[in-house]
C-alpha cells in the first residue's frame, strides 16, 4: 500500500497538527501525563474554538460604572468576555476597583518610568488610562503526594487544582485594537498607494494605446475607415478652431484644454482622409461635402498649433501623462497633418493619429519607461507578497521582451517609428496590462480570508477612564471590543460584506484574462473607433475597481486601514566584496573561454588546409609511388636464390683468391707499417638516397 504523499518523499499522507489527545485501553497503566495531556488538550481545544471562532472581546455584560460612594472607585459588573489567547474571563458577581491604587501599583511596576505626559504628576487634571481585565490561573488546593519509585519525588505538598480567574490593571489611554480592516491586507499587497497609483496610472494610458499600436503596424497599407461620425467631428472641431484658434497672446488654461481636443479631433478626421487613395479621396469628397474644405482646415490646424505652441502646457495640464499627450497632439498634427499632401513617409504616425492617438518620439521615449516602470513595481510586490495564488503570474512578467529606455529628445522631434519598435511597445503593453489585472484581482480576492489573531496582548479593554486627581470623573465603555458573530475580525466587514461577496464571485476565481489582439478585414478600409475619454479623467469602472474602491474607502465609524511602511534592506560590505570578486572570475572565465574558442578556430582552420593540399596531389603520383614501394620488396623475393648462385662461386674460386690475397697483403701491411701517416680510414659505401613516399589520398598516415 502506498503511504507517501504522492510527490516521492515518502511518509503518511495525514498531515499531523498541533494537538495530541490520549487513547485508552484495557489494561493500560495511567500516569499523570495520561491525565495532563487529557485536560492540556481539551483546555487548548476550547481556547482555539474561542480564540479562532469569536476573537477577543467583551461577549456580554462587563459593565463598568461610578461607584455610588464616589471617588476613585468604579464598579464592574458580572460578565464574560475572552482575550487574544482564548481564555474566558468570567466574573461571577459585581467588583469593586479602587483606580488610584492600580495606577500606584502600575508605577511600581514599572520602576518609575512614566507611560506619557498625561501620567506624569497626581495633581494634574484630565489623565485618561484604560481598565482592563487580565486572565489569570492560580494553584489551589495542595495535597501530599504518595510515595512513589520516582527518583526525585515532590517534596511537600502539592496543588491539585487550577483556579482560573483574573484581574484588573490600567494602562496609558493607547490600547492596541485588533479588530482586522480589510484593507490592511490590502494594503500589505500593495505596498506604498503612492507608487502603485503611478503604475496603474500609466497603464491606464498604455491601455488606450495598445489596440490602435497593434492595428497601426499590423495595416501600413490600408486606409481607415471614414463614416458620418468622423464627418460631425470634422465639422463641429472646423467651426470650433475658426472662431477661437485665432487671436493675440497665449491661450488661458482652459482653452488650452478646450482647444487641444479640437485640434486632436480635427487632425484624427483629416489623417483617417489622407489614408485613402486619390479615387478615395474623391468619393469621400462626395459622400461628405464637408471635405470639400480639408485645404482651408489644414490651415486653421497650422494657425491652432502655432498659438498652442506658446501656451503655457504645464498650467492647462498638470498632469505629466496627459501633458506628454497633449504635446503629442501639436506635434504630430504640425508635422502628419498641417502640409498640403500630409505627410505619406509616416504612415504609422499617420494612422496613430487617424485613431485619436497621437505618437511622437517623445511619447515613445514615455511608454518605454512606463513599461520598465510597471514591470518592476510588479516584481518587486510580488517578491514582498505572502498570499499569491497566481502561481505563474512572476513567470509571466519576467518573460516580457520590455524595449529598453531611451533618453529624452530634443524638444519637438519628429523623428519616426518603426514597425517593429511599435509593435514589441504594443506587445509588452498588452502582456503588462493583463499582469496588472491579475495581480490588482489576486491581491483583492485575498482579503476575503481574514488573518489569525495576534495574542500578544491578552489584556481585554473594559472601559476607558478620566481621572481627576484621585477622583474617577468619567467612565466611558462605548469603544470597546465585542465579540461578534465571526470574530471581531469580521466587524469591519459587516457595512460591506456581502457587496464584497457579491463582487467576488464575479472577479475571483475566473479565468486568467489575455489581452485579444485586434483583427483586420481581409479587405476595404479598417474600422478603428476614435479615443474620446484620451485627454479626459479616466475614470475606473468595473467590477474589480469597485471592489478595490470598497476595502480601500473608510466608512462611516470604520477603523482606518493600517498602512505598512517599506523597508529598506542594505547590503554587507561583506557580501558586497564577495559579489565583486565573484565578478571578477566569471571575468576571467569568460576571457579564458574566448581563448581557448579562438585556438579551436586556429585548429581547425590548419585541418582545412592540410585537407585542402592533400586534395591537390597529382593523381599520376600514384602508380610511381606503387612502383617504389613495390621495388623493395621484388628484391627480397629473388634474394635467396641469387646468393645460392654466388655461394657455389665463391667456394670454386676460395683457394686461389686465398694465395692471392695473402700475396696482396703483405706489401701493403709493411707500407701501412713504414708509414702511419699515410694511413686512411677506409669510406663507407655510398647509399642511394630515396625520395619520401607521398601518401595517396584518403590513405591513413
Not at 31 to 58: F, I, Q
Not at 65 to 79: E, Q, R, Y
Not at 328 to 354: H, I, N, Q, S, Y
Not at 556 to 578: I, M
Request: charged share 25%; aromatic share 4%; hydrophobic share 35%.
Amino acid at each position: 500500500m502506498r503511504t507517501d504523499c504522492g510527490c516521492g518523499c515518502g511518509g503518511d499522507a495525514t498531515r499531523t497538527s498541533a494537538f495530541v489527545r490520549p487513547r485508552f485501553f484495557a489494561g493500560q497503566l495511567l500516569t499523570e501525563d495520561d491525565l495532563s495531556l487529557l485536560v492540556e488538550y481539551t483546555t487548548a481545544k476550547a481556547r482555539l474554538h474561542n480564540r479562532s471562532l469569536y476573537g477577543p472581546g467583551v461577549i456580554c455584560g462587563l459593565g463598568v460604572t461610578c461607584d455610588p460612594c464616589g471617588g476613585g472607585t468604579v464598579a464592574v459588573h458580572p460578565g464574560h468576555a475572552l482575550d487574544c489567547a482564548g481564555n474566558d474571563i468570567v466574573v461571577p458577581c459585581t467588583e469593586r476597583v479602587d483606580v488610584p491604587a492600580l495606577v500606584r501599583e502600575r508605577r511600581i511596576s514599572a520602576l518609575g518610568v512614566a507611560c506619557g505626559e498625561s501620567c506624569d504628576d497626581d495633581g494634574d487634571s484630565g489623565r485618561r488610562y484604560g481598565l482592563y481585565a487580565r486572565y489569570r490561573e492560580l494553584p489551589v488546593e495542595p495535597v501530599a503526594p504518595y510515595a512513589t519509585e520516582e527518583p526525585c519525588p515532590s517534596p511537600g505538598c502539592v496543588p491539585s487544582r487550577i483556579q482560573e480567574g483574573f484581574q484588573f490593571v490600567v494602562k496609558c489611554d493607547d490600547f492596541e485594537d485588533h479588530r482586522h480592516n480589510p484593507g490592511t491586507r490590502l494594503l500589505t499587497t500593495l505596498g506604498d498607494l503612492t507608487r502603485a497609483d503611478r503604475a496603474r496610472t500609466r497603464d491606464r494610458r498604455l491601455g488606450f494605446y495598445t489596440d490602435a499600436l497593434t492595428v497601426a503596424s499590423l495595416g501600413t497599407g490600408r486606409a481607415f475607415r471614414f463614416d458620418a461620425a468622423d464627418a460631425r467631428r470634422y465639422a463641429t472641431a472646423l467651426a470650433w478652431l475658426r472662431a477661437n484658434a485665432g487671436g493675440e497672446g497665449p491661450p488661458a488654461p482652459p482653452t488650452v484644454r478646450e482647444m487641444t481636443e479640437h485640434v486632436r479631433a480635427l487632425a484624427a478626421a483629416i489623417a483617417r482622409y489622407d489614408t485613402y487613395d486619390p479615387a478615395g479621396q474623391t468619393q469621400l469628397g462626395k459622400d461628405y461635402p464637408d471635405l470639400a474644405t480639408v485645404r482651408d482646415a489644414r490651415g486653421v490646424l497650422g494657425t491652432a498649433c502655432a498659438r498652442l505652441g506658446g501656451a503655457d502646457m504645464e498650467a492647462a495640464w498638470p498632469d505629466p501623462l496627459r501633458r506628454g499627450i497633449a504635446h503629442a497632439v501639436v506635434t504630430e498634427t504640425a508635422a502628419r497633418v498641417v502640409p498640403e499632401r500630409g505627410d505619406p513617409d509616416a504612415p504609422l504616425e499617420v494612422r496613430m493619429l487617424a485613431q485619436g492617438t497621437p505618437l511622437g518620439h517623445a511619447l515613445r521615449v514615455e511608454f518605454r519607461a512606463d513599461l520598465g516602470l510597471i514591470r518592476e513595481w510588479l516584481l518587486c510586490r510580488l517578491d514582498q507578497a505572502t498570499d499569491l495564488a497566481d502561481c505563474a503570474l512572476r513567470q509571466d512578467i519576467a518573460a516580457v521582451d520590455v524595449p529598453p529606455p531611451l533618453p529624452a529628445p530634443p524638444p519637438d522631434s519628429t523623428e519616426k517609428a518603426t514597425v517593429a519598435e511599435v509593435q514589441q511597445i504594443a506587445e509588452a503593453a498588452a502582456a503588462l496590462g493583463g499582469a496588472v489585472r491579475r495581480f490588482l484581482t489576486d491581491a483583492a480576492c485575498a482579503t476575503l480570508n481574514p488573518p489569525c489573531g495576534d495574542s500578544a496582548d491578552t489584556d481585554v479593554l473594559l472601559a476607558h477612564l478620566e481621572l481627576d486627581g484621585c477622583d474617577v470623573v468619567r467612565v466611558c465603555s462605548a469603544t470597546r471590543e465585542q465579540v461578534l458573530p465571526g470574530g471581531s475580525a469580521y466587524g469591519e466587514w459587516l457595512p460591506k460584506l456581502y457587496r464584497l461577496r457579491e463582487l467576488a464571485e464575479r472577479v475571483c476565481c475566473q479565468p486568467v484574462p489575455r489581452h485579444q489582439k485586434p483583427t483586420l478585414p481581409s479587405e476595404g478600409p479598417v474600422a478603428r473607433p476614435y479615443a474620446d475619454d484620451l485627454l479626459g479623467d479616466w475614470p475606473r469602472t468595473g467590477d474589480l475597481e469597485e471592489m478595490l474602491s470598497l476595502l480601500l474607502t473608510r466608512a462611516p465609524g470604520e477603523t482606518p486601514p493600517k498602512a505598512l511602511h517599506e523597508q529598506v534592506y542594505t547590503t554587507p560590505s561583506e557580501v558586497t566584496d564577495s559579489m565583486q570578486e565573484l565578478a571578477r572570475l566569471r571575468t576571467q572565465v569568460a576571457d579564458l573561454t574566448a581563448a581557448v574558442e579562438g585556438l579551436r578556430a586556429q585548429l581547425g582552420s590548419a585541418r582545412t588546409q592540410v585537407t585542402h593540399l592533400e586534395e591537390q596531389v597529382p593523381e599520376r603520383l600514384g602508380s610511381r609511388l606503387a612502383e617504389l614501394e613495390g621495388a623493395p620488396d621484388r628484391a627480397a623475393g629473388q634474394g635467396p636464390e641469387r646468393d645460392q648462385a654466388q655461394g657455389s662461386d665463391q667456394a670454386q674460386d676460395q683457394p686461389q683468391d686465398r694465395a692471392q690475397a695473402q700475396a696482396q697483403d703483405q706489401p701493403s701491411a709493411q707500407a701501412q707499417a713504414s708509414d702511419p701517416a699515410e694511413r686512411q680510414p677506409a669510406k663507407p659505401p655510398a647509399r642511394r638516397s630515396r625520395s619520401p613516399r607521398t601518401r595517396k589520398p584518403g590513405e591513413t598516415p
